[in-house]
């Protein structure tokens, strides 16, 4: 009698009441989607949809001077020279904080890809994301103690050499890149480190078992296989340094004028918001035009 109530149900196959009831796979994936694409079209697209409109204003629509459309805003790198010394300095700073973010990160994923295991490795991993948990202001102001003249590495250094000058470099662009490598370093290390932990450990025993040194197996087996990780590291580091303000402001003291700066100035301080809006938006055209320039770069990288 089970027997054949087995061979009945097997019979009935896809027609069964089961697959009747299943919905179509792209009904579970859009009630999946929805949720988070809805989000992200009302807390974010709206907003920049907004502030994009802003842009090509005469002046804050909240204020009360009259309102006109106008393309001058996206005329400010033109009317204002300076602002094109302030755009290349905040791309400096980009560049130098993504390059020490992706050696340092690099190397620390290579020695917990490789060196560690178990507990040892879990509790590292939770020291990289540490810094997630502390508030990034009291992150900024923490280095300025550390910076400043007679400030802590002051005081390491004169108790080795005690009549030693000051070597505190606060309110300089080095500090602006201390700071922003330590607020960004995590995310270089937790993408190279997914893209190491995927390589299969035989590679490299193979690699060193026909005698390849310890460089050569860095350089052209680890490193041409974490590129994708790698890029995605300096992708997630660079484009929120080049809009940063807080470390600037804070660890630059007057020479800490990047375009972040400028940007929160105009909300913030000279309620310009088209301006402040615009200058945004040419900012993020900047962007989207290097990683254009070096899309090919990119797609070799992660082709890898």
């Known amino acids: 009698m089970q027997n054949d109530q087995l061979t009945l149900a097997s019979a009935r196959g896809p027609s069964g009441p089961r697959s009747q009831r299943s919905l179509p796979s792209w009904v579970s994936t859009t009630a999946l989607l929805m949720p988070t694409y809805g ?5 974010v697209f709206l907003p920049l949809l ?13 204020g009360k001077a009259p309102i006109v459309f106008t393309f001058k805003q996206y005329r400010a790198f033109i009317d204002q020279p300076y602002l094109v010394g302030i755009g290349i300095t905040s791309l400096l700073i980009g560049f130098w904080t993504t390059l020490f973010c992706a050696i ?15 507990k040892t490795r879990e509790m590292l991993l939770i020291l990289i994301l540490l810094p997630f948990w502390t508030n990034g202001l009291v992150r900024v102001f923490s280095w300025t103690m550390v ?32 700071g922003l490598v330590h607020g960004y370093l995590p995310y270089m290390i937790l993408t190279c480190y997914i893209a190491l932990s995927t ?8 690699a060193a078992s026909l005698g390849a040194r310890w460089w ?9 296989l974490a590129a994708p990780g790698l890029i995605s590291g300096a992708v997630l580091t660079f484009i929120p340094v080049i809009g940063s303000f807080m470390e600037p402001r804070i660890l630059g003291g007057r020479v800490g004028v990047t375009m972040g700066t400028v940007i929160e100035d105009q909300f913030t301080q000279a309620f310009n918001w088209p301006l402040g809006a615009s200058l945004s938006f040419t900012l993020l055209a ?18 890898l």
């Open 216 to 224: 050569t197996i860095l350089f052209k087996i680890l490193l041409p």
């Open 39 to 43: 989000w992200l079209t009302i807390a």
């Open 147 to 178: 910076l400043r003249e007679n400030g802590f590495l002051d005081s390491l250094l004169h108790m080795v050499a005690p009549e030693a000058g000051s070597i505190g470099f606060l309110y300089t662009r080095y500090a602006i890149v201390v």
């Open 104 to 118: 340092l990160g690099f190397l620390a994923a290579v020695a917990l890809v490789r060196s560690t295991f178990g």
């Open 199 to 206: 390589i299969d450990d035989a590679i490299i025993a193979a």
């Open 286 to 303: 900047v962007v989207l035009a290097i990683f254009a320039t070096f899309s090919g770069v990119l797609r070799r990288g992660t082709a």
């Open 50 to 62: 907004t502030m994009f409109a802003f842009s090509f204003l005469s002046a804050t629509p909240m």
